[in-house]
T-cell receptor, first 112, second 112 residues
């Protein structure tokens, strides 16, 4: 079965640079969630979109923005990167905004 | 913010043994989920629970949604080496595209 696709899988950036992470949900899924997981930590919710509208928001820095496009894929834009932004970023998708969330393989972001 | 406490933090068991872990919350959740995560990979959904008192099985896994809606447990029977990983509980409130709040995780190691 098709799963959530995330790209790139690995990304290395310098401080103060920008990064864009992409997420392609499972086919027919209309809801996307973004989570950040630091080393040895549990995933922390950032933001979610249902039918292209922002739905729920967690502790997402103002330097980060996200959107969901007409084909339901989503992009997380991160600007003025800081060392502390180094983490695994996961996208999850669900059907209808209330079904189980299925996670992608993640993007490992390293900020030098 | 919400806090989900998982115990034990880590377990070292022998192949064939049964495993039990639990998750407690200071808040009531409407849905409890259990995920398994391998290093550097995305969480994989194991079991989802929707009603207080619900007991659900998935192969060698059994999970229950606590009566108070503030706790859940996961049992793994007859553990095998591929059960190694980090197990996370996650709670979710009712609502469109609502976030998952993850537990602190239980690291499971299985010896032959």
């Amino acid at each position: 079965a098709a799963g959530v696709i995330q790209s790139p899988r690995h990304l290395i950036k310098e401080k103060r640079e920008t990064a864009t992470l992409k997420c392609y949900p499972i086919p027919r899924h209309d809801t996307v969630y973004w989570y950040q997981q630091g080393p040895g930590q549990d995933p922390q919710f950032l933001i979610s979109f249902y039918e292209k509208m922002q739905s729920d928001k967690g502790s997402i820095p103002d330097r980060f923005s996200a959107q969901q496009f007409s084909d339901y894929h989503s992009e997380l834009n991160m600007s003025s990167l800081e060392l502390g932004d180094s983490a695994l970023y996961f996208c999850a998708s669900s059907l209808g905004g209330w079904d189980e969330q299925f996670f992608g393989p993640g993007t490992r972001l390293t900020v030098l | 913010g919400q806090q989900l406490n998982q115990s034990p933090q880590s377990m070292f068991i022998q192949e064939g043994e049964d495993v039990s872990m639990n998750c407690t919350s200071s808040s009531i959740f409407n849905t409890w989920l259990w995920y398994k995560q391998d290093p550097g990979e995305g969480p994989v959904l194991l079991i989802a629970l929707y009603k207080a008192g619900e007991l659900t099985s998935n192969g060698r896994l059994t999970a229950q949604f606590g009566i108070t809606r503030k706790d859940s447990f996961l049992n793994i029977s007859a553990s095998i080496p591929s059960d190694v990983g980090i197990y996370f509980c996650a709670g979710q409130f009712t609502g469109t595209a609502s976030k998952l709040t993850f537990g602190t995780g239980t690291r499971l190691q299985v010896t032959l």
